[in-house]
C-alpha cells in the first residue's frame, strides 16, 4: 500500500500541514530591527567615493556600464545600445524613467515595435527591457529592482537583454544601507541583480544567459548633470 503524503511530513494530517502554512503566510511579524552602530559590519565606508567603487564593482560582474552626463544624453544613449544589440521590440516599463515619453517615441522613430505591456507573455518575446533601478550597491556593483504595479518583473528576468537607468545619488555604500531601506511592509519581490544570468555545469563550463538575460546594460546618469 503506497505511503501517503501527509504521513511522510512527521505524522501530520494534510489538513494540519495546510493550516499551518497558512497561519505562517498571514502571521506579519514587525520587522527585527537592525543594530544603531553598524560600522564593524560594513565592508564599503560611506565616507568614500561609492560611485567610482560601484561602476568598477559592476564591470568587474560582467555588466555592461555606459556613464552619461545627465538625461539629456539618457534617450541617445539606449538607442544605441538597442542599434547594438539589433533589438527590434523592446518592453518599456511603466515606471517614472526619466525622459519616459521621448524614449519611447525615439525608439519608435527607429522603427522598433513597443510591446504591449498587458500581453501575458511581453517579456518572453521581447528583445530588450528597460527598467528603473531603485538603486544601486556599491559593495557588490549590484542593482536593486523591486516589483509593483508599475513594473513588470519579468521585464529584468525573461528578457534576453535587460537596459537598467540608474541615477547616481541612487548609489549607496553597501548591503547595510540597502537592508536599511527595506521599510514595512515590504514588496512582495526585490531582486539583486549583479551582472548576467550565469550557469554552470558540472565540468565548470559557464555559459551565460539560460536562466535570465545574457547581459545586462546599466545607464548610470550623474547627478546634477543637464536635465
Known sequence: MPIGWESIVLGVSQEEFIRSIREAIGNDRPLVELPSDREMARVVKAGGDVVDRFCAMAVDAKMRLYRVAGEAALVETIGKVLADIDAKSVLVTDEPLPRRDELVRAIRDDGRQIVDLREDDCAFTADAGITLARMGIAETGSIVIRSGSDTRRLASLAVPEHIAVLREGQIVPDLL???????????????????????????????MGVHGPKNVHVVLVAQGGPA
Open 177 to 207: 544601507d540597502w537592508a536599511a531601506t527595506l521599510g514595512s511592509p515590504m514588496p512582495a519581490n526585490e531582486v539583486l541583480i549583479t551582472g548576467p544570468s550565469r550557469t554552470a555545469d558540472i565540468e565548470l563550463n559557464l555559459v
